[in-house]
């Protein structure tokens, strides 16, 4: 019996909050299973690091950037173990060149790509709990590389995968995926079980937690996944294969405030206009999210997209410098939006659902500037000023009246 | 040609310090020459680590303080590195494990054992400067060991050996060796050079920089050390081979007062009682500094000796529990005194030295609670109140007066 365990910067930004995970990590440890705990930096290091990185030069090579960070996930890891001693557990803390997690090449945002098993299997036999470093990995060069914000949930995954755990607890701040944002929705509610489709729909539509990547390779490798408290013993969500999870009609809604619109204007109605737009935005690595083609004037075309609210000066300028070559009339911004996601299997089969959500916006009054829909999710763009009233009252219609 | 730069906690507590230590060091690399530089870890950062790991567990294992510990220097380190980048020259961060910097098992207070070549040979390929973190090795576990407080000098010096460097420059918040602290004796000189010996037998002594390990790993390997300022381009002191340097009569003069009396009274006048008391102290790893035994009354003996203040309460319980079989009538201790040391080669050579040191005392009204003398060292303990009036008297007999 193989627990993994991931505990984020929050659950241990000080001595008390390390004591509190350790006393709960011994205690699974005492009931005779094996345990391997990944933890996040300690609260704001990560960005300590950064801001001390950009002082000495904002544009530092990410090799360097990446053997900065990295340390921030040792020195709580580390900590973490030294805490499980004093329960009086033996354990051993790890970072990524000691337990082989091999990544690529790519700093600051590489993948794992296989995890070597000797030294956490040794330190099993020994006996001690296993605390790893998350968010690193070791490359071809012998060097550190980060994995991306977030990915201290990835590391856990592919550990819980490499190591046939029986399920990857994501012991985080909240306690469980809700329907909603219960700081948004009071109503919103918590979750049992999703499965990994929905989850991803949520995840890539703005939910942070846990992080889109390690569901991703927890539905690859079938990892079960259990978000909980690291807080309290209260019951988490499981996030498990479609298959064996009661699929819901909405399993839950996102609110995405970091989101700017783009519209391209008075386009040529001519084949490969689009193309000509998302390729000199995707060789800038811009994301590009939510995309509508409307029709314009007589002859033109008027495409919009979304962006990352940090994105949009640079989106601006790449697409008024190639003006000519994609040929459109202007360009028009707003960045007072918010993106609200409805995720769930009813939206494909159940017709309602769709007329339900732009009912419940109608009844209160909130205009919806943009609308996409998938085979699983709908999208609609609103003022961001309504943006709450807008997920209350879309809540309350697919799930809150109907679950009470 | 290669140089070895090594730079202390306060030369990179900051951005601005790390950008003027990158600047020494850019400038350097400029002129041809390979440069590798081993850094301590941020001002007081060593510390702020400690007392972390203090917080959640006093008797945390010491595997586990070293994996922390380490980190700061790794965060230098990369610090240093992205600040060359930014004076425009290519540059790279190493640790312990990446270097090759194998040491012995033993945590918290490592040894060197060899240096792998490969990792910093290839760097020096690309032309990069090398910053080592330095203060750490790597056991035979992959693990990180710590070298011990100040080690980082050492770590310097041995890269030097290893890689055959023209010298080792220990760059640090004083320009050089002086004969005397200067804050205590404002008349104090800069020396110019001093023989591995007597700087050995300072900094045996007391004194603090360069470190003493450091300076014995210089004089087996033949390592020319540079003392000299991190922000300064002021000539410092060199410590070499003792054939290559003009020995002076005396070479300098060091204040400890970190120093506590202990006096067993009222010993057996029979062999081996010497013997007891030092092997129960060396059980409890406690060092004992000068020792003098002198005649007690008709037949016993009393022995004083001298320990760390933080030291004397564990000395007298020991004592005091094992004063039966050691036999002796009562222990007496002094914590307020300090001790003044004298190294030079005149002292076995020049008889008038000694009676120098001793009128220099008396015209200033300092009564000697202590006497200790070897080959080329003197050792007197005063009452801690009148040290610095010690200092400046003998030192204006010995060394002010003969060289102005």
Chains 1, 2 share one sequence.
């Not at 000691?98 to 090449?105: C, L, M, R, S």
């Not at 994301?287 to 000066?313: C, H, M, N, P, W």
């Not at 999208?379 to 009233?389: F, N, P």
């Amino acid at each position: 019996m193989l627990i993994v365990q991931k505990y984020g910067g929050t659950s241990v930004a000080n001595a008390e909050r390390i004591m509190n995970v350790a006393r709960r990590v011994v205690d699974v440890a005492r009931t005779g299973k094996h345990v391997m705990v990944v933890v996040s930096a300690q609260g704001s290091m990560t960005d300590t690091l950064l801001e001390k990185a950009r002082e000495v030069n904002p544009q530092a090579s990410m090799r360097e950037v990446d053997m900065l960070l990295c340390t921030g996930e040792q020195q709580s890891a580390a900590l973490l173990a030294m805490a499980c001693q004093r329960f009086g557990h033996s354990a051993i803390s790890l970072n990524a060149v000691q337990v082989g997690i091999e990544a690529t090449d790519l700093y600051g945002n590489a993948q794992i790509e296989s995890i070597r098993t000797q030294r956490v299997l040794t330190e099993f036999e020994k006996g001690n709990i296993v605390i790893v470093a998350g968010f690193q990995g070791v490359n071809g060069f012998e060097d550190f590389t980060t994995l991306g914000r977030g990915a201290s949930d990835t590391t856990a995954v592919a550990l819980a995968a490499t190591f046939g755990a029986d399920f990857c607890e994501i012991c985080t701040d909240v306690d469980g995926v809700y329907t909603a944002d219960p700081r948004l929705v009071p109503t919103a509610k918590k979750l049992d079980e999703i499965g990994y489709e929905d989850m991803l729909e949520l995840t890539a539509s703005g939910l942070q937690k846990p992080h889109h990547r390690a569901v991703e390779m927890a539905k690859r490798f079938g990892v079960k996944i259990l978000v909980r408290s690291s807080m309290t013993d209260a019951v988490g969500t499981w996030i498990k294969g479609d298959e064996t999870v009661e699929r819901l009609s909405v399993s839950g809604l996102v609110v995405d405030r970091n989101v700017a619109r783009v519209s391209v204007m008075g386009l040529l109605d001519r084949p490969g206009v689009a193309f000509q737009i998302f390729s000199v935005l995707a060789k800038a690595q811009i994301a590009v999210d939510v995309i509508l083609q409307s029709v314009g004037g007589a002859s033109t075309r008027d495409i919009s997209f979304t962006v990352e609210k940090s994105d949009l000066v640079q989106v601006c300028k790449i697409l008024s410098e190639n003006q000519e070559s994609i040929g459109y009339d202007m360009l028009t911004t707003d960045e007072n939006l918010a993106k609200l996601t409805v995720v769930g299997a009813g939206l494909s089969t159940n017709f309602g659902v769709a007329s339900d959500i732009f009912e419940a916006l109608y009844d209160c009054g909130v205009n919806i500037q943009l609308i996409s829909a998938s085979e699983i999710k709908m999208q609609v763009l609103v003022d961001h000023k309504y943006i709450a009233k807008a997920a209350q009252a879309v809540h309350d219609k697919l799930i809150g009246d109907k679950n009470e």
